[in-house]
């Protein structure tokens, strides 16, 4: 009697289910920025912490920071397209763009918790206005901006400009969200509206040029590949990997050390 075991070509995309509507190339994005992320901090904590001296402020590595930071903003900002063109193929009447707005707010409100716990263990180099605070903002400033279409390019590379001069600028800590922050302000994260805001914009334009109407605008792609699921599950879940991800990485320096590091 023969047994019959069952077939493993289909694994990940059982223990990773996918959701429909969504595109896989845009998740597979937005998950190798997630690891790329994690790689970063991973190192900036062995610097921090001074485990290893490795250098993640300048050269290289702070090149691949900006460049892991650009490619999530982006994706942000492109996201808000689609969503915003299948919630006004949705609604009636009605303001269409609910959702967004509570996702924009459920986003914010992660990045206050980031302020509370990093304020909590780093005292003056808490997180004030990062990435999450940056995001959120970000998606409820973009329902002004959809209108604009393929001027969000021009604006974009404006707000990006103007970041360049804004950041020689100091001032109150009331104004950090803009760019201006005192002179001897530090932050472990610290990502203001400009120029990141430009970022966003620039992602609303690719959103409108390669996704109109919320639909690919190029010809369809393959089925995304099996071995690809992790990523994709990664890249679906990215807002609460980001949440969980550094008390992770310092619980696993803790072990390495044996010590409270």
């Known amino acids: 009697m023969s047994v019959e075991f069952p077939s493993l070509s289909n694994l990940p995309a059982r223990l990773f289910p996918r959701k429909p509507g969504r595109y896989w190339e845009i998740d597979l994005l937005r998950g190798i920025a ?16 001074s485990i290893m001296p490795v250098q993640v402020e300048t050269g290289f590595w702070r090149y ?6 650009s490619l999530f903003v982006l994706l942000a900002g492109l996201s808000v ?13 009605g303001w269409p763009y609910c959702r967004l707005v509570r996702h924009g707010l459920t986003v914010f409100s992660c990045g206050l918790l980031v302020t509370l716990v990093t304020y909590l ?12 605070h940056l995001i959120g903002i970000s998606i409820l400033l973009s329902l002004l901006f959809l209108r604009f279409k393929h001027l969000n390019l021009l604006f ?7 970041g360049q001069v804004v950041a020689g600028i100091n001032g109150p800590l009331w ?13 472990v994260d610290y990502t203001p509206l400009l120029p990141w805001f430009g970022v966003i914009l620039i992602g609303l334009w690719c959103g409108r040029m390669l996704y109109p109407g919320g639909q690919r605008g190029f010809r369809s792609l393959p089925p995304a590949p099996q ?14 990997i980001y949440l969980i991800h550094q008390p992770i990485l310092v619980g696993i320096l803790m072990a390495i050390s044996g010590s409270w590091i």
């Open 34 to 49: 997630v690891l790329a992320m994690i790689l970063y901090h991973f190192l900036f904590d062995l610097a921090f912490f």
């Open 64 to 69: 691949f920071a900006l460049a892991t930071a």
């Open 81 to 93: 397209t689609i969503s915003a063109a299948r919630a006004e193929q949705r609604s009636g009447a």
């Open 121 to 132: 263990f780093l005292g003056d180099l808490a997180i004030l206005f990062g990435i999450l």
């Open 156 to 162: 974009g590379l404006l707000c990006i400009g103007a």
């Open 175 to 187: 104004l950090l969200w803009t760019g201006i922050h005192p002179a001897d302000f530090a932050s």
């Open 227 to 240: 071995l690809a699921e992790p990523i994709l599950f990664i890249g679906r879940h990215s807002l609460f």
